[in-house]
C-alpha cells in the first residue's frame, strides 16, 4: 500500500482545510486508517482514525468538533476536513493505514 497525503498549506487562524489522503493497493478497503501528525520539536501525535466501514470514528481530543475524518474506499482515499484551525494545529500530517505511513503535508496556521 502507498499512501499519499495532500491538501496542506498556509491557513489563517479560524480557517478550514481539506487534507486527502489517496492510497494504492487492494487491501484499503479492508483497513482502518488515521490521521496523525507532528509539530517542530514534538512526537507525532493521534489526530483522528476510521475504520474499514467509514461509521467507527474517533478523534483526539484536542480536534473534537473541530475535525472531521472520512473515506470513500472507491476512491481509495481518506478525507481530514479541518475548520477553526488554531496556530497550535501547525504541523506536518501524515496518513497511516496498516503499518504503511503515507508522506506527509504541511499545514500552517498563521495568528
Known amino acids: 500500500v502507498q499512501l499519499q497525503a495532500s491538501g496542506g498549506g498556509l491557513v489563517a487562524a479560524g480557517g478550514s482545510l481539506t487534507l486527502s489522503c489517496a492510497a494504492s493497493?487492494?487491501?484499503?478497503?479492508?483497513?482502518?486508517l488515521g490521521w496523525f501528525r507532528q509539530a517542530p520539536e514534538k512526537e507525532r501525535e493521534f489526530v483522528a482514525g476510521?475504520?474499514?466501514?467509514?461509521?467507527?470514528?474517533n478523534y483526539a481530543n484536542s480536534v473534537k468538533g473541530r475535525f472531521t475524518i472520512s473515506r470513500d474506499n472507491i476512491k481509495s482515499t481518506a478525507y481530514l476536513d479541518m475548520w477553526s484551525l488554531k496556530p497550535e494545529d501547525t504541523a506536518i500530517y501524515y496518513c497511516?493505514?496498516?503499518?504503511?505511513w503515507g508522506k506527509g503535508t504541511q499545514v500552517t496556521v498563521s495568528s
Open positions: 497511516k493505514t496498516q503499518n504503511y
Open positions: 476510521i475504520d474499514w466501514r467509514g461509521s467507527g470514528k
Open positions: 493497493g487492494q487491501t484499503y478497503s479492508q483497513y482502518g
